[in-house]
């Protein structure tokens, strides 16, 4: 394999590992805040029992999050120096905002999240459970606003030429707010708040079978079930303005998802299929007009194709593309469904009844993940053959002096320390789930003061 191919491999590699960690910590960010937030309001100690719990879990992600991440902008130099250099202003002043407004938030209040438990008063504590959370949250917005403009740049000029050429801010906000940010960032938060709920729902209905720790993983159940459902439908609707939005600013990219080769013509949308690249054909089941439908509101309205576009300008791995995007809305549609069916359980009173539900709960954890990394593949490898859509090609993109032996190398390096790192995660994680949360004795506030008063007023 040449270059270009082992080092488009080795930062898949390492972003995808890395990606498993930020989704989670902003997930359980939230989770974090509302079960917080429960025992301000109520005073009941089962709210601070469990929210003692996923801090020590949120703790773990955000840990080897942090040390994951890193590797990838040393990435951004060793193998990819010229692409470093075009975009290296509009890259640099997402990460300075990165840093400035996210990570030293998100850091700054760590420290009273972890240690202040019995060391500054509740009120304080939860102001620093919700500063962190929203630390994780500013981090994806300029993360995602630096890759949305690869994807939709705006707000710039280009000096210099050739191997000089580079990207230069003229209007910070354009940048900011370019064509896709909005789009991509919604739905990045949203698969970050079910990838956290949904590990909450599966640990919380494992102790339930177990017969472990059944109160208070009610009550986190419920918690979870509900941002669950409300951030699952909440994608319907910015998957579909994603589209939208794809249709209009790449729609090279929109006909690589649906498999669509005809330059102008009515465009099927597919439940389940495969691509044949050579025949340009696509097999399996599908809505005739239901692309046209789903971006124009009308089955007849022609939709531009593969093959309006030259053969250099537009994505080489059809199938994959198209396998990666219809991987990710079978996800969310199952998981729409399956909350929605465990909601109605709820309110009939029959959700902890049903075994066979909560069991499907334990094991549906990796679903959320799985849809957020094939949905990244879908939208990066979409994007090719550009870097920084039709200004900037990938293969143009990379370091002159690194040879082919040196990424090979490189990569097998982090494959192995990743797989270290991994099996380390999973053996922490498992060990504190299995532990469970403290067993303290679940005494409200309430409950305690009318017990204390008892005891002055019979003194």
């Not at 981090?139 to 050429?165: D, K, M, R």
């Not at 009610?218 to 699952?232: D, E, H, M, Q, W």
């Amino acid at each position: 394999m040449d270059v270009e191919i082992l080092s488009r491999i080795q930062f898949a590699f390492t972003i995808s590992f890395h990606y498993i960690y930020p989704p989670l910590s902003i997930g359980l960010g939230l989770i974090m805040v509302i079960m917080e937030g429960m025992y301000l309001r109520t005073g009941e100690k089962v709210y601070e029992v469990m929210t003692r719990f996923w801090t020590k879990i949120f703790a773990l992600t955000f840990g080897i999050g942090v040390a994951t991440g890193i590797v990838m902008e040393f990435e951004f130099g060793t193998n990819w120096a010229t692409y470093s250099r075009y975009v290296g202003d509009v890259f640099g002043s997402a990460l300075a905002a990165e840093g400035i407004f996210a990570f030293a938030l998100e850091s700054g209040f760590l420290g009273i999240l972890l240690f202040g438990w019995n060391k500054v008063s509740s009120k304080v504590h939860f102001i620093a459970t919700i500063g962190v959370w929203l630390g994780s949250m500013f981090s994806a917005v300029w993360i995602v606003i630096a890759n949305s403009w690869q994807q939709t740049p705006t707000g710039y000029h280009v000096v210099g030429e050739g191997l000089e050429a580079r990207a230069e801010i003229t209007d910070f906000w354009a940048m900011v707010f370019n064509p896709s940010s909005v789009d991509r960032l919604t739905h990045v938060w949203l698969g970050a708040f079910l990838a956290g709920a949904f590990l909450v729902l599966s640990v919380h209905a494992y102790y339930i079978l177990k017969g472990r720790f059944v109160e208070l993983s009610k009550r986190a159940f419920k918690i979870a079930l509900i941002v669950a459902t409300v951030f699952s439908l909440g994608q319907l609707f910015t998957g579909h303005h994603s589209a939208d939005g794809v249709a209009k600013n790449q729609p090279a990219k929109l006909a690589a998802l649906e498999g669509h080769f005809d330059s102008l013509a009515v465009a099927d949308m597919y439940i389940l299929g495969w691509v044949n690249k050579e025949d340009q054909k696509v097999s399996g089941i599908k809505i005739p007009g239901g692309l046209s439908f789903l971006l124009y509101q009308d089955f007849e309205t022609p939709v531009k194709g593969l093959n309006a576009f030259p053969e250099d300008e537009r994505p080489s791995a059809i199938n994959a593309i198209f396998q990666f995007y219809h991987i990710m809305v079978a996800i969310g549609m199952f998981l729409i469904a399956l909350t929605l069916f465990a909601s109605f359980q709820w309110w009939r009173g029959k959700l902890f009844e049903q075994k066979w539900l909560l069991k499907i709960f334990v094991l549906v954890v990796l679903l959320p993940q799985i849809a957020n990394q094939v949905g990244w593949f879908a939208a990066e490898m979409g994007r090719q053959p550009w870097v920084v859509y039709d200004l900037l090609r990938t293969s143009d993109a990379l370091s002159k002096v690194v040879t082919a032996n040196q990424v090979l190398f490189s990569l097998i390096l982090f494959t192995i320390i990743y797989a270290l790192l991994f099996g380390l995660f999973i053996y922490l994680l498992n060990k504190k789930i299995k532990h469970g949360p403290n067993e303290e004795p679940l005494i409200d506030k309430r409950t305690h003061q009318k017990e204390m008063a008892n005891i002055f007023k019979n003194n």
